[in-house]
């Protein structure tokens, strides 16, 4: 009988021992995330993310779906979070592909950069990137973070842009996303470039329903929205100029890492780019957005369909 326990406390201990050598001992917070193909780690698999907001989830469907479509093995861990969070694991290897934006990216990597128009933002982009990781080609869509007041606001303040706004700042409560409180072309842009400094800033979404609502309540009365957002059209609102070029361009880029991005990869993602323009994308957003509220994966699927991509 003892015997027999020792024995049973020697296997249970063998497991164990099995079971932490397969987890690694590692904390990866992205490790088991997502959905998508599952199986062993290979060499040819491709890790796709997204961030946390609509827009950013079905590019990631569409670079996912588009390549699967030509036999690549896809894994998908989308909606992780801002790019702070999601950054890390394109270094680390626990991400292979995410769709970006040149402009908000480039300041990411480079709090100083200067660069405003698309080609010049693009080209100081790539040199910007750690060393295992590569942007393909950039597409003409753009989506700009941009400042958003209600048609009302802007009539009693005759503001047309954040110049106009900027002697009432003090007046008045933003909202947006908690990283766009610190980000370079956030708040410490707006009163760098236009001295407006807000009354109080309300961390709410990146461009989701509460910004929106506290937009439309009044509980906010300018707010940080993306400028492909169907909200800002389906409720009136006003987006400011930025005459000074606060927010740089913007284009939707694949940026992957070196070692995945075959042949075939760059050719499946450089074709998606070719045909992704603003109004696209702006029409992808209403898809997600209207009454039916498909999911994202067949919101990408449609758009894939109808553009000979998959």
């Given amino acids: 009988m003892r015997r027999s326990l020792i024995a049973r406390t020697a296997a249970l201990t063998a497991i164990a021992a099995l079971a932490l050598t397969a987890c690694g001992g590692g904390g990866n917070p992205l490790a088991n995330s997502g959905s998508g193909s599952s199986g062993s780690a290979s060499a040819d698999k491709i890790i796709v993310g997204s961030a946390n907001f609509t827009e950013s989830q079905i590019l990631g469907e569409i670079y996912a779906q588009a390549l699967e479509a030509k036999g690549v093995q896809v894994e998908k861990k989308l909606n992780i979070g801002s790019r702070e969070t999601y950054f890390p694991g394109l270094q680390d290897g626990s991400i292979d592909l995410i769709p970006e934006y040149t402009g908000v990216l480039l300041q990411y990597l480079n709090k ?61 409560v933003f909202g947006g996303p908690p990283e766009f409180q610190t980000r370079p072309d956030g708040i410490p842009g707006i009163q760098k470039t236009y001295n407006c400094t807000f009354k109080e800033y309300r961390a709410l979404d990146a461009g989701g329903p509460l910004t929106v609502s506290a937009l439309k309540n009044g509980d906010v009365q300018a707010a940080d929205l993306f400028t492909t957002d169907p909200s800002i059209v389906a409720n009136d609102f006003v987006v400011l100029d930025d005459p000074k070029s606060n927010f740089a361009a913007q284009n939707v880029v694949p940026l992957i890492n070196k070692a995945k991005a075959s042949d075939t990869v760059k050719q499946v993602l450089n074709g998606i780019s070719a045909k992704l323009t603003t109004a696209e994308l702006t029409k992808l957003n209403a898809e997600a957005a209207s009454d039916q509220k498909p999911p994202v994966a067949t919101v990408a699927k449609n758009w894939l369909s109808q553009n000979g991509l998959a």
């Fill in 112 to 172: 100083n950069a200067t660069e405003t128009a698309p080609d010049a933002v693009y080209t100081a982009l790539q040199s910007a990137l750690p060393q295992n990781l590569t942007v393909l080609d950039k597409s003409a869509a753009e989506d700009k973070d941009a400042v958003v007041v209600t048609r009302e606001t802007a009539t009693r303040l005759g503001a047309r842009s954040i110049a106009d706004l900027a002697p009432n700042c003090g007046q008045l």
